[in-house]
């Protein structure tokens, strides 16, 4: 196991840092343990970071920092059983290519694929599915280094209590070691992209929630202009996106003009609603035909900060055009576009579809841009909705927010308090969103 002294650590969005005494990374589950170990009789704190994908504190230490990259790999696939165990530092997109070549998938995920398995699956990362959740909903089993520095396992069947925090466990109860996720035999998804107007996709949205397996929306603010996305499962054959129209499409228009047009926004914000109603109209209709993490992901090279919400879903559209309201009526100048998803009600403690069929609306605004009176006025919206914010996104909700809006808010924390009695896996961002 390399152990050394660290330097400062930033996340992706570059939001959010921390100066840990030292860094340790581990190559097995022995060595992970060791090293929790090691920072209790040191007095120091612990906590894993992926890749930074999470634009909240949840990683921040400043004590040890677990860095999980040698913790990589496939363990064991059990074609029989339908599951896959892999180690939690293995990044999503090396899974998503490994399973193919084994002609096997995920049944749903999220639209990046750069977060490591545990960092996604901790902060409760989705795509959008009308039956398929997220992909914490998809763990069959999991692995957890406790405070202690002993081994956990757990699954319905052993240690169920922890098996229902943990998934979604925030860091707040050990360090994942290794996942077991559900798999399939790999199969085939047909996008059909169109653009819609905004008053015509709220109007038919409960209708375009039941006809498709998984579907979402952009709304493009200053515009009643939205582009949508249905990915449902197809016979084939095998229909990608060609090579120019998808470098056209999702690397020039989606990053390279994208970020030109945020640049553009953020030196002057006057120009944003004009660029707005252009840019809301040059993605045109498309439809392929491809291998679910083809379909589902999609590069995000373009920097920016992110809010998202989980509302119930049948208060998705009445939420929305709250926002569009404010939107229209306020002097905000926002460049990005609002992402819209769905996701089944599902039985993870402090899941944000936890016992409820959820919409999710996300709000961005371009790195460096100033985004706390957009995300101030919005998150009031979202919050008047019974809104849960997502993990691993900016928000100012606390422990007291979160006890009335989980009701089973007080199983986590007990459960925090049984694994985690001296708190050696806390910082500032779970103390707020926990309790002490």
């Known amino acids: ?4 002294k660290s330097g400062t650590w930033r996340n992706w969005a570059g939001n959010v840092t921390a100066r840990p005494v030292r860094e340790a990374t581990p190559a097995s589950v022995d060595e992970l343990s060791d090293a929790i170990r090691k920072a209790a009789e040191d007095g120091l704190k612990v906590k894993a970071a992926g890749t930074g994908h999470s634009f909240t504190a949840t990683a921040a230490t400043d004590g040890v920092l677990i860095r999980p990259e040698l913790l990589t790999g496939i363990r064991r696939i ?18 998503n290519a490994a399973l193919a070549r084994e002609g096997l998938s995920l049944t749903n995920m999220g639209d990046i694929m750069e977060q ?5 699956t901790s902060t409760g990362t989705h795509g959008t599915g009308r039956e398929s959740a997220s992909i914490a909903a998809q763990i ?18 052993e240690n169920p209590d922890v098996f229902a925090a943990s998934r979604i466990g925030l860091g707040a109860l050990g360090v994942v070691s290794a ?71 999702d690397e020039f228009l989606s990053n390279g003009l994208f970020q030109a047009v945020n640049s553009l926004g953020r030196a002057a914000p006057a120009t944003i609603p004009a660029v707005a109603k252009i840019s809301s ?23 920016f900060v992110e809010m998202e919400y989980a509302v119930p879903r049948e208060a998705l559209v009445e939420t929305l055009r709250e926002l569009k309201a404010m939107v229209d009526r306020s002097d905000l100048r926002i460049s990005f576009p609002v992402e819209v998803r769905t996701a089944p009600a599902d039985d993870i403690t402090l899941s944000t579809a936890s016992g409820r069929e959820s919409a999710y609306i996300a709000v961005h605004m371009y790195r460096g841009t100033p985004y706390q009176a957009y995300f101030t006025a919005a998150e009031r919206i979202f919050t008047a909705h019974e809104g849960r914010p997502h993990w691993g996104k900016l928000h100012t909700r606390d422990a007291g927010y979160f006890a009335a809006a989980y009701p089973r808010f007080g199983e986590f924390t007990a ?18 969103v926990l309790g002490d």
């Open 1 to 4: 196991m390399a152990n050394g």
């Open 78 to 95: 059990d074609r029989e059983g339908g599951t896959v165990t892999v180690q939690a530092g293995t990044p999503l997109k090396r899974l």
């Open 116 to 120: 490591t398995v545990s960092g996604a």
């Open 140 to 157: 069959r089993a999991l692995e957890l280094v406790t405070a202690d520095g002993s081994i956990l396992t757990c699954s319905e069947k």
């Open 179 to 249: 996942i077991t996720f559900a798999i399939e035999p790999l199969f085939l998804l047909t996008a059909r992209e169109e653009p819609m107007a905004f008053d015509e996709v709220t109007s038919r949205f409960d209708e375009l929630h039941a006809e498709n397996e998984h579907f979402e929306f952009y709304w493009f603010p200053h515009t009643g202009n939205c582009n949508t996305k249905r990915n449902n499962r197809s016979a084939g054959p095998v229909a990608p996106v060609g090579r120019l129209s998808g470098w056209f499409e």
């Open 281 to 303: 109209r040059a993605l045109s209709a498309r439809t392929y035909t491809d291998i679910p993490y083809k379909v589902f992901t999609s590069p995000r090279r373009v920097r």
């Open 415 to 432: 459960l925090r308090d049984r694994l985690d009695p001296e708190r050696r896996f806390g910082n500032d961002y779970l103390r707020r």
